[in-house]
């Protein structure tokens, strides 16, 4: 019983995951890796760009004939803001990269990796006995690869699973769609 | 005219002088540099003289394409440096860099009967701006060449002189990727163009030229910034146009590695106490703010020399003596 329990809630999960989207979790995840582990990068690209905002309005204030010297250090204040602002986000992108690769691989250890395991692992026991004789030639392939005869094999159970849910989803989104009642409009003020 | 007692007083951590390009022997190549009309030419000239005072050579190259030197010495200038009347040191020579390539085209052709000369017509239009930088690669190879302890440019104005600065770089990494692709698919062109029927070795002999064009711009971009061997002088007239266009000069110089520490600062004009000529005055005034705003900004870092616009124009040898005296005594208006 715990074999079958456990196979659809990992079937469950990756689909959760699929149905929330990759992108939108990695966006998720990195900004609370970043705010956990490199609190300060987030603050000072917030900073620089507040700064060099306040730059530009004062340079747009000062007449550059009245006021040369002035109007140029601003100037300079302000192309060097934006040279720091681009070496800052492209190294915030190549973190960003690094941190997808991890992500992406431990998501795919976690989902499907996790699934292949279990599905290989427990490839000789049966989830559970069908009623003898009701599928008839059906049997033999609910039993693949290698569990008992008249059983269902781990990899029937995740396929099964796996269909189940999606046919439940598509309904669950009909059904929301109809109403014009969306899930996503409750979720966006949250956000 | 309170502001403008302060202003002659005004204590400057650096003096007001040309005196420490003087000073410094180490220094092989000088620009200047700086809109049109500012008095480029007369500053370089007095410059280059003051420079035949305590240097063994000198040689003061103009690559602008309107020449102004043979105009400035009165004396005809061409290709080759010709020692300039009335000194024994002092060499001049005024080049068309776009001219260069041309020659290296044509000297292709007759080679190796057209097929080497379409090549280098159709590098020089692949990179825009490759012919100039070539010429003036052909040009500091040539004057490398030739042991002269000190070299001015006269330069042409910013934008177009800020483009062969930039070019080592830009070139070098072309050269390099042609060169490398030469190594490459070398021998199936030669393959192709004997089966074609041109003469056999014409391209190999071209990728040696590009290789060794490659290692001189390198050499040349080198020294270009080495603060030791290079600066660049910046020639203004306290105006806000030619002030802005020396402070983009000043940023894209250090952009690109390249020294500047002397601002020299021309046509200021001193009306005396009692003038009445409206004019002089309130154009005085103008400059005087200009002045003020330039001090405050390159104070810290530069000399800023100041030269006074005179009442005649700086022509011949004996002029351009007297005016580059200037450079190295600070102009003091008479009261």
Redesign the interface.
């Known amino acids: 019983m715990g074999l079958l329990v456990t196979i659809f809630l990992l079937v469950f999960f990756s689909e959760l995951i699929s149905w929330i989207g990759k992108p939108l979790l990695l966006d998720l995840c990195f900004s609370l890796y970043t705010y956990v582990f490199d609190p300060k990068a987030a603050t000072r690209l917030k900073s620089l760009k507040t700064s060099i905002l306040v730059d530009q309005k004062s340079l747009a204030q000062t007449s550059?004939?009245d006021?040369?010297?002035k109007w140029?250090?601003l100037?300079?204040k302000v192309?060097k803001g934006f040279a720091d602002l681009d070496k800052l986000n492209a190294e915030m992108a190549s973190v960003r990269s690094a941190f997808a690769i991890r992500f992406n691989s431990i998501l795919w250890i976690v989902t499907n990796g996790s699934q292949l395991f279990i599905g290989w692992w427990y490839r000789k026991q049966a989830v559970f006995y069908l009623p003898p004789g009701w599928f008839g030639p059906a049997e033999w392939w609910l039993a693949l690869p290698f569990a008992p005869k008249g059983s269902v094999s781990c990899g029937a159970w995740q396929v099964a699973c796996r269909r189940a849910i999606r046919l439940l989803e598509g309904i669950v989104r009909d059904f929301m769609t109809d109403r014009k009642w969306n899930i996503f409009s409750i979720l966006l003020p949250l956000s | 005219m309170a502001d403008e007692k302060t202003l002659i007083d005004v204590s400057h951590p650096l003096p007001p002088t040309l005196q420490n390009i003087l000073d410094q022997t180490s220094l092989k190549w000088i620009f200047c540099g700086g809109k049109g009309g500012v008095g480029k030419t007369t500053t370089s000239c007095s410059l280059a003289i003051q420079l035949a005072l305590c240097r063994e050579s000198v040689l003061l190259i103009s690559t602008d394409p309107a020449h102004n030197l043979s105009d400035a010495f009165g004396q005809k200038f061409s290709k080759e440096a010709t020692l300039v009347n009335g000194f024994n040191n002092l060499y001049a020579m005024e080049i068309d860099p776009s001219g260069s390539i041309q020659e290296l085209i044509e000297q292709a052709d007759e080679g190796s009967g057209g097929a080497m000369g379409s090549m280098m017509q159709d590098l020089a239009f692949a990179i825009p701006g490759v012919d100039e930088a070539m010429g003036f690669a052909e040009i500091m190879k040539h004057v490398q060449s030739m042991q002269y302890s000190v070299i001015v440019f006269d330069t042409a104005p910013t934008g177009h002189t800020l483009r062969f600065l930039s070019f080592p770089t830009v070139l070098e990494k072309a050269l390099g990727k042609i060169s490398q692709l030469g190594g490459r698919f070398g021998p199936m062109i030669q393959q192709m163009s004997s089966m074609m029927g041109a003469p056999a070795g014409g391209q190999e002999d071209m990728f040696a030229k590009l290789e060794s064009m490659r290692a001189v711009i390198t050499e040349v971009n080198a020294q270009f910034k080495d603060p030791e061997k290079t600066t660049f002088v910046c020639v203004c007239i306290s105006e806000?146009l030619s002030?802005?266009e020396t402070?983009r000069l000043v940023?894209e110089l250090t952009s690109y590695e390249i020294d500047t520490h002397n601002i020299v600062i021309n046509q200021l004009l001193f009306p005396a106490k009692d003038s009445t000529c409206e004019h002089c005055l309130v154009r005085h005034r103008m400059q005087q703010k200009?002045l003020?705003?330039?001090h405050?900004?390159y104070d810290e870092f530069f000399h800023i020399v100041r030269l006074p616009l005179l009442t005649e124009e700086v022509r011949g040898p004996a002029k351009l003596e007297a005016f580059s005296q200037m450079l190295v005594k600070p102009y003091v208006p008479p009261s």
């Open positions: 550059s004939q006021q040369f010297a140029a250090k100037r300079r192309d | 806000f002030l802005y402070e940023q200009y003020n705003e330039a405050e900004l």
